[in-house]
């Protein structure tokens, strides 16, 4: 299954990079390499099970949120991902109680702007790009 070798390709890429950075041996001393791999077992049975056990319609949930752990550290990725398809959902909830709108599209860069004498700055973050169909209020439909 594919989900499955991305996720045991992913996990041995940040143990690979983790055992050759300087703390090497610290990570190895506190997670010995039958530790690593009994987690790394446990996790990816516990994944399976949840795909065999999702239906059809919640399956892009599971790969979302699998990517989405992959992609610690990037942002712009996991946004591209949610604006184009509004998965994983249950997600943490803004820590604000009002965080403002969900950004639809972002300023085009003040050098475009300077430099273009016919380029007009955008009013809002939520005007959409072309190919976004989805609802206003990025409100799913899942």
Known sequence: MLLESAIR??????????????EGGVIQ??????????????????????WDAAPSGRK????ARE???SLYGNGVEAYNLYRRTGQ???MQPGLLANFGDFPRSFFYPNNFIVTNNRAQQKDN?????????NPEGNDWVY
Do not use: C
């Open 9 to 22: 390709k992913h996990m041995a890429y940040v143990r690979n990079f983790g055992l050759s950075s300087a």
């Open 29 to 50: 001393a506190f997670r010995p390499d039958d530790v690593w791999t009994a987690n790394v077992e446990n996790y990816v049975s516990f994944v399976l099970d949840e």
């Open 60 to 63: 892009m949930n599971l790969i």
């Open 67 to 69: 990517y989405w752990l």
């Open 88 to 90: 994983p959902d249950n």
């Open 125 to 133: 973050q939520r005007q959409r790009v072309f190919w976004d169909t």
